[in-house]
């Protein structure tokens, strides 16, 4: 796939698997692509494609339009949406209590990362 990607040269990968299949994906093989900008967009193709709806604006407005999607979806979604996301967050702000400094003031995105996917 990564040979397919970098003979294509693209400007922008747009990659659209499962969370967090993409997210691992994109994240293993970042170094071997030849691409400027990788962008993991789940659904994205669906809505697009309108092969799936978008909650309802309201619900896109309270950052909660996962919560329909789980709701019509429990049996592919709950995993995701009650164990994986709060999983990833914690790791997320341990990573970042945690994380030392470099001279500009910023977290170490190499460390962060590390902190965060386990590596």
């Known amino acids: 796939?990564?040979?397919?990607?970098?003979?294509?040269?693209?400007?922008?990968?747009?990659?659209?698997?499962?969370a967090p299949k993409q997210e691992k994906w994109t994240y293993l093989n970042r170094s071997e692509l030849n691409v400027p900008l990788i962008g993991p967009v789940?659904?994205?193709?669906?809505?697009?494609?309108?092969t799936a709806r978008r909650a309802h604006p309201s619900?896109?407005?309270?950052?909660?339009?996962?919560l329909p999607r789980l709701l019509?979806?429990?049996?592919h979604l709950w995993r995701r949406n009650l164990i994986s996301n709060p999983a990833f967050l914690a790791r997320v702000a341990a990573a970042l209590?945690?994380?030392?400094?470099?001279?500009?003031?910023r977290a170490d995105s190499?460390?962060?990362?590390e902190n965060i996917y386990g590596r």
Do not use: H, I
């Open 72 to 75: 019509s979806d429990p049996r």
């Open 110 to 113: 190499e460390g962060l990362e």
């Open 42 to 50: 789940g659904a994205v193709f669906d809505y697009f494609a309108g």
């Open 59 to 66: 619900f896109q407005e309270m950052g909660l339009e996962w």
């Open 97 to 105: 209590t945690t994380q030392e400094t470099v001279s500009d003031g």
């Open 1 to 18: 796939m990564v040979e397919a990607v970098n003979r294509a040269k693209p400007d922008v990968l747009w990659v659209g698997m499962t």
